[in-house]
Structure formats: structure tokens, C-alpha cells
């Protein structure tokens, strides 16, 4: 591990689910630091520096929440590695949902919302082409709207939704044996199983898609993703647009006013 990235000292080191995972008090980006660990290493860090959100944005990350990065191997060929994002999105939703959260949903590619509210949020790094950094942002008790008031009603924590929110281990736990069980899943190659779960889980449907580029912007309806990873989305004349992940810069969910 790289000494730079670590502002303290390891404060403990546990095993689960054939997960090694290390624990830290402060780190940059959780992301930043497993990019040097081997597969089926989990990082967490009670506060990060330097969070890092999907498109280069910053990501809050105080005290109270989850920020936990697992490095999982890729493999092979990379089609189905490219699907990683979304089956993070899946592993996530499932745990959160099974918590007592049932309406919790996914918004592409893989933010979980309850309600209008964002809960979670996942980065996936690529620094290697034989594994992948997945990091996940959950705010458990923590207030981000209090560090950056742009985000008051836009964030939601598990506190704030479940009468006993779990505590750190468990949710951990959880967490990385759902990943592992969608690694397992991509691994075998059924990502058609993975594409029937998360185009039930999207939970509002019209969208603004911006894409890369500057190339314009499509208003529409989400139909879902296809095995490819691709987004569908039906635009106002009814033509249905296969937009892999690299040609969208945004998608916006659009409600009535
Ligand atoms: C997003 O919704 O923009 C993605 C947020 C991802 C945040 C997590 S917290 C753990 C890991 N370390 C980081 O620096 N980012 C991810």
C-alpha cells in the first residue's frame, strides 16, 4: 500500500467471505489505495480526504457513512467486465433493499435513490486490466447536505430510514458477499440474468440523456439496459436508441413539474 495515500495508521485487518479486508480512520479515496492491492482485498476508511464520485466529481465523505472500495479480478475477455458497474449497482440495491428498503431503486448506471434521494453511489476503476476497483459510497448515519447545502433534499442516509440501521461489520459483510455473488454471475456468463434484475429495479422512467461529446441530447423514455450494457431509451418518436456507456455524459430523470 502506498504510504502517501494513508494519512494514519491501519486500525485493523479482518477476514470476510474470503475478503481481506484493511480498515483505516483517514485516507484520500479508498479507490486511490486498493488500486494497489490484490483481488479480493476491501478498503474502508472511516472519513475520506478526497473522495472521488463518478465524472471526476468530488464525493463527501464524512464521518458516519460507508466508503468502501473491493478489488475484484477481471479476467479474460472484457466484455463481461464491462457490465462490473451495473452488477455493483445489483449487489448494492440487493443488500440496501434487504435491509428493510424495498422500494429502493437504481438510477442508471448504478446510483441507489429512495424515492427522489440518493443513498449510495459506486466508482468503478479500471488502473488494471486484470482487476477492478469497486467503491461504494453509502451514507449510513451521516449528513452530507451539512458539508455541501446544494445536496439538502437530495440525500438520504439509512438513519434517516430505518429505525435500527445496521452497523458497519454487517453491512460490510453483506456487501461483499453480494458483489462476490455478481462477480460469480458476469464470471459464468449470464448477463442476461443480471439485465432481467436491474430493468425491474429502475425506478423512474423518463430521462435527458446528454451525450459524450457535445453530441446533443436525448429526451426520452428509459426501457432499460440490454445484455451488452447498453442504456435503451425511447425517444419522442418512438425509436428505441442503443447508447453504450461511453456515449452518455448524463442522465437525468425528468419529473412532471
Ligand atoms: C458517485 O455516485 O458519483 C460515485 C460515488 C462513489 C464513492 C465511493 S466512496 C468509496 C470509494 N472511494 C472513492 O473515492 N469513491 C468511492
Same mark, same amino acid.
Given at each position: 500500500?502506498?504510504?502517501?495515500?494513508?494519512?494514519?495508521?491501519?486500525?485493523?485487518?479482518?477476514?470476510?467471505?474470503?475478503?481481506?479486508?484493511?480498515?483505516?480512520?483517514?485516507?484520500?479515496?479508498?479507490?486511490?489505495?486498493?488500486?494497489?492491492?490484490?483481488?479480493?482485498?476491501?478498503?474502508?476508511?472511516?472519513?475520506?480526504?478526497?473522495?472521488?464520485?463518478?465524472?471526476?466529481?468530488?464525493?463527501?465523505?464524512?464521518?458516519?457513512?460507508?466508503?468502501?472500495?473491493?478489488?475484484?479480478?477481471?479476467?479474460?475477455?472484457?466484455? +463481461?467486465?464491462? $457490465? =462490473?458497474?451495473?452488477?455493483?449497482?445489483? #449487489?448494492?440495491?440487493? *443488500?440496501? !433493499?434487504? &435491509?428493510?428498503?424495498?422500494?429502493?431503486?437504481?438510477?442508471? +448506471?448504478?446510483? $441507489? =435513490?429512495?424515492?427522489?434521494?440518493?443513498? #449510495?453511489?459506486?466508482? *468503478?476503476? !479500471?488502473? &488494471?486490466?486484470?482487476?477492478?476497483?469497486?467503491?461504494?459510497?453509502?451514507?449510513?448515519?451521516?449528513?452530507?447536505?451539512?458539508?455541501?447545502?446544494?445536496?439538502?433534499?437530495?440525500?438520504?442516509?439509512?438513519?434517516?430510514?430505518?429505525?435500527?440501521?445496521?452497523?458497519?461489520?454487517?453491512?460490510?459483510?453483506?456487501?461483499?458477499?453480494?458483489?462476490?455473488?455478481?462477480?460469480?454471475?458476469?464470471?459464468?456468463?449470464?448477463?442476461?440474468?443480471?439485465?432481467?434484475?436491474?430493468?425491474?429495479?429502475?425506478?423512474?422512467?423518463?430521462?435527458?440523456?446528454?451525450?459524450?461529446?457535445?453530441?446533443?441530447?436525448?429526451?426520452?423514455?428509459?426501457?432499460?439496459?440490454?445484455?451488452?450494457?447498453?442504456?435503451?431509451?425511447?425517444?419522442?418518436?418512438?425509436?428505441?436508441?442503443?447508447?453504450?456507456?461511453?456515449?452518455?455524459?448524463?442522465?437525468?430523470?425528468?419529473?412532471?413539474?
Amino acid at each position: 500500500m502506498s504510504p502517501d495515500s494513508i494519512t494514519t495508521q491501519e486500525a485493523d485487518l479482518r477476514v470476510a467471505d474470503g475478503w481481506t479486508l484493511h480498515e483505516f480512520a483517514e485516507v484520500t479515496s479508498t479507490n486511490s489505495l486498493a488500486a494497489h492491492l490484490p483481488p479480493w482485498t476491501a478498503v474502508r476508511a472511516v472519513v475520506q480526504t478526497a473522495g472521488r464520485g463518478r465524472t471526476g466529481r468530488p464525493w463527501i465523505s464524512d464521518e458516519d457513512g460507508l466508503w468502501l472500495s473491493a478489488v475484484v479480478p477481471t479476467p479474460g475477455d472484457t466484455a +463481461p467486465w464491462s $457490465l =462490473l458497474p451495473l452488477a455493483a449497482g445489483w #449487489a448494492a440495491l440487493s *443488500v440496501v !433493499r434487504g &435491509l428493510g428498503l424495498p422500494d429502493a431503486r437504481l438510477r442508471w +448506471p448504478n446510483d $441507489l =435513490l429512495v424515492g427522489r434521494r440518493k443513498l #449510495a453511489g459506486i466508482l *468503478v476503476d !479500471r488502473f &488494471l486490466p486484470e482487476a477492478a476497483v469497486v467503491g461504494i459510497g453509502l451514507n449510513v448515519a451521516n449528513h452530507p447536505a451539512e458539508t455541501d447545502p446544494a445536496l439538502t433534499g437530495e440525500v438520504t442516509c439509512l438513519a434517516d430510514l430505518l429505525p435500527h440501521p445496521p452497523l458497519f461489520p454487517s453491512l460490510m459483510v453483506q456487501l461483499l458477499a453480494a458483489l462476490t455473488g455478481e462477480h460469480h454471475r458476469l464470471e459464468s456468463g449470464n448477463a442476461g440474468g443480471l439485465c432481467r434484475d436491474l430493468n425491474g429495479a429502475w425506478g423512474h422512467r423518463q430521462v435527458q440523456v446528454t451525450l459524450a461529446g457535445g453530441s446533443g441530447v436525448i429526451n426520452g423514455h428509459l426501457d432499460g439496459v440490454d445484455p451488452s450494457g447498453a442504456l435503451l431509451v425511447r425517444d419522442a418518436a418512438g425509436e428505441v436508441r442503443v447508447l453504450p456507456a461511453h456515449r452518455v455524459e448524463l442522465l437525468r430523470e425528468v419529473f412532471p413539474a
